[in-house]
């Protein structure tokens, strides 16, 4: 069927719209993506020009204890960051929903993910410093004892977590009150004319209405938790004792502190193929071309 020239002009003017962000994934992503496969196959220490070797950096990679550990950690620390985040940010969300719409409210709820992450891995060092921080001065004034926080091999991942928490659980919030918006009330009215509890609505009406959004929070948070980088180099720089030697910065110290770039551009990769293999996982499982609404 021939398009009219109605749906041409359309045509034309999605494309247009399209442009930029396409121009910038190109500029941006794919081309140093391609960049970055080509360097994984060479030896390459920026001083002197890259030597083909083939899949050797791939086949060290294999025997590295050091990346695989540093990729357990990075699991690790979306285990405890994930579920946390994306349910203190559904909560707040409803809380929003139910009981203001207020902008300014909001305005202060997204603030902290509108600050950079050096700046507020830099505050909450010095808030949570064993000796001069905060929240160390109210613990010891209600009786407690001081706690290390980024200075214990126990306690340091989780207090990444939880400032990362902090800083970005207003985003999520946001994400799910622009998805809550979306959900008509007279489903909600049905219900309770049918005798629907609070909790069965919210179980059966608001989740499942809400799952292309919760697609997007689960696939680029952990995404993005899987490319930790800027709070662990600010607070612990991999340390104490390595508990915090992600897999991002392992990455960065072979690229830029023993320039091997050529190894650091394999294990790139290997994090990039995690990365798609989880994402497609998780949209088979959560059904993300679908939408209950509709």
Not at 68 to 84: C, E, F, H, R, T
Not at 146 to 156: K, L, T, V
Not at 252 to 264: E, P, R, S, W
Request: aromatic letters at 10%; proline letters at 4%.
């Amino acid at each position: 069927m021939f398009s009219t020239p109605a749906q041409r002009r359309e045509t034309v003017t999605a494309w247009l719209m399209l442009a930029p962000a396409t121009l910038g994934f190109v500029v941006f992503y794919a081309l140093p993506a391609v960049r970055a496969l080509l360097i994984s196959l060479t030896e390459w220490n920026l001083l002197r020009p890259a030597r083909f070797i083939g899949l050797d950096n791939y086949r060290r990679l294999l025997e590295d204890g050091t990346f695989w550990q540093g990729l357990k950690l990075s699991a690790i620390y979306a285990l405890m960051n994930i579920p946390l985040q994306t349910v203190l940010g559904l909560g707040l969300a409803v809380a929003l929903h139910r009981l203001t719409r207020s902008v300014a409210l909001r305005s202060v709820v997204l603030l902290p993910y509108l600050l950079s992450n050096v700046l507020v891995a830099m505050i909450w060092l010095w808030m949570l410093d064993p000796t001069l921080g905060a929240l160390n001065h109210l613990i010891a004034v209600l009786g407690g004892s001081r706690q290390p926080f980024f200075g214990h091999p126990d306690q340091a991942l989780a207090t990444v977590a939880a400032v990362n928490i902090w800083r970005h659980m207003g985003l999520v919030a946001m994400l799910f009150l622009a998805g809550l918006q979306n959900i008509p009330r007279t489903l909600y009215e049905a219900a309770s004319l049918q005798g629907a509890s609070e909790w069965q609505a919210f179980r059966y009406i608001t989740l499942p209405l809400l799952r292309p959004v919760m697609v997007f929070v689960l696939v680029t948070s952990v995404t993005g938790a899987l490319q930790i980088f800027d709070t662990v180099a600010v607070t612990t720089r991999g340390g104490p004792e390595d508990a915090t030697r992600v897999v991002v910065l392992y990455i960065v110290q072979n690229a830029f502190g023993y320039l091997k770039m050529g190894y650091a551009s394999a294990m790139s990769m290997v994090l990039c193929a995690v990365m798609l293999a989880y994402t497609a996982l998780q949209m088979r499982l959560m059904k993300a071309d679908q939408n209950d609404l509709a």
